[in-house]
């Protein structure tokens, strides 16, 4: 670490009890933020130089060991706890808007896509932005009989007992309530229940909190229910999965149904017919934020009619009718310690700054992003300065800018390193953009000779949303990797590690940090991993740009991986044809054609692509409604339509199974003409492909319209 702290043997009294209160804070968020959210935002080296340096400090110190010292917290992967439960209805995050204007677009936006005219109006409710952990509660014939956590949306935790043990969440509903009904909300602490925990906590030697939000997530994930039921955890109800009678067809009268049934809602939720209504209501909340008793982030706008909220549908995990508003974020002044050279799954050299920790909006803030060597020409930062740091949710913090006036006389400036931080110093380059200019981003040029990419590659291959195995995380990746009996260096070894295991003396059972049932579980594991879905495949393989919408879209595109894997070894090799055919799905351009060509390009990544097939079986894509008169066609739509708007006119095709092209190829089987159509129809007639006017459309798919 470049970080310039005391050294330990020169530390006063006073600076020992100091740092230690603060090591405890920072460590148990690294902690929460890698066992709870999955998203650690330093590196393993990096924490565990904070833990040996909190046990020198405690070691010189005995006297100053904290109730809540990091080397006394059990801690562990909470999440390996629970069983899983998947969501028959996703559970979806939203979009964000930060600023007025971005609220107006938005309204724009939905109006355009809804093709309302001027003077239809348009309700939209605005309530808060609670800032908790979602849940989903799952009601039969009235009963709760299942309560699981978010997860990764698609998969959550079963939380059940716990839940049972919040006085807000009924375990009978009252009322006129569906036989099959999920609520869904979110479970927050107040201000003041949070205060008092952590006072009891840390006077009874236990783990300490950072803030309510973290608090209400260590309490739901507690295995003992009895602990859940002793801390005060509140819910509110805010939206639903599956449910089997709709009481009504609005946000409001929803969230209506929901308070009837027993459930508590949110008093400042409003309906609105004009950004400016939703805006001013924004700030009333704002206004009230601190007298609240509970964190909020900022506030919620929805479509309040619910046949138009179906129209609208959903871009990727948000959807199109719902956005959220924050608050602004929170910003502090500290002073920077060093710099610091991330190495990324793409080569690209990050800088991090190394901070004197301070808190920003209750918490602890260690490092920021510099994002580029241009982003600290931009500053000025100079080692040593006093800056201004910023936080916005879950966001890695950002530099805002530099007080000149505090810089001291041995302020340093920072070298950019033009070779990488791995022990190999491959020459750092700097890419070239499309404009042909050179681009910010430098990067290492050692591919998968560079020990930093390809751990993590292999980070990014295990990660949730790509092959997501149980028990093999960031750490354990790390340490396959360095491990002499058992190495992993690419996917393909995941799935050979326990024949190697098998065949080896020494035994993963007797490793330190795994025992025969963890190494057990983790084949088990890995086994369950070993048939996976085209989308994850493609998306595991971390071929840049192509993020998980790109690859579901691509999974969809070809349906096989025999396909795709055609396809792409078909444009490494300058195939134009197989170019055009890619460039003709939905929302995949040159660039990520151009990345794909790059990767199946490379001879290492073909072997580690091949080796990894022969490995795994993957599953076909899922048409998303087999069974519609249009699945897996493609379809053009040109020209003026009268009904809908393009843009819902491509996501009526898609959710129908079809697939929406932008232009007309001799992949297409169906183009849907207006008025004032050109040279599409002219291409679609050369080709011979059948064009259909609006109406026939809505009679072919069997509706009316819209
Ligand atoms: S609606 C389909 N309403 O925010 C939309 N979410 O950033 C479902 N959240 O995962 C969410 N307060 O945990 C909604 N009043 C509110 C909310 C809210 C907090 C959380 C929720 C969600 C996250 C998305």
Redesign the pocket.
Known sequence: MTRTATPVDQLTHEEAAEELARLAAEIAEHDRRYHTEDAPTISDAAYDALRRRNLAIEQRFPELIRADSPSRAVGGAVSEKFEKVRHRVP????DNAFSDDDVRDFVERIRRFLRLPADAELGITA????????MSLRYEDGRLVKAAT?GDGQTGEDVTANAKTIADIPNVLSGDFPAVLEV?G?VYMTQQAFLALNERQAAEGKQTYVNPRNTAAGSIRQLDASVTASRPLHF?A??WGEVSAMPADTQMAMVEAFRSYGFPV?PLMQRFTDPEGLLAHYRLIEETRASLGYDIDGV?Y?VDDLALQERLGFVSR??RW?I?HKFPAEKATTILNGIDIQVGRTGALTPVARLQPVTVGGVVVTNATLHNAEEIERLGVMIGDTVTVQRAGDVIPQILGVDLAKRPDDARAFEFPSVCPCELKTPVVREATAAGVEGVVRRCTGEFACPFQRIEHLRHFVSRRAFDIEGLGEKQIEFFFNDEDLPVKSPADIFTLEKRDAENLRKLKDKEGFGAVSAAKLFTAIEERRTISLERMIYGLGIRHVGETTARTLARGYGSWTAFHDAALAIANGDDQAREEMDALEDIGGAVIDAIARYFGEAHNRALVEKLAAQVSVIDAEQVASDSPVAGKTIVFTGALERMSRDEAKAMAEKLGAKAAGSVSSKTDLVVAGPGAGSKLKKAAELGIEVIDEAAWFERIGRQGV
């Open positions: 559970m979806l995050s939203l309530e808060p932005k609670i800032d908790g952990l979602s978010r869904r979110e509110f805010y939206a949110n919620v929805k948000s959807p719902a959220a």
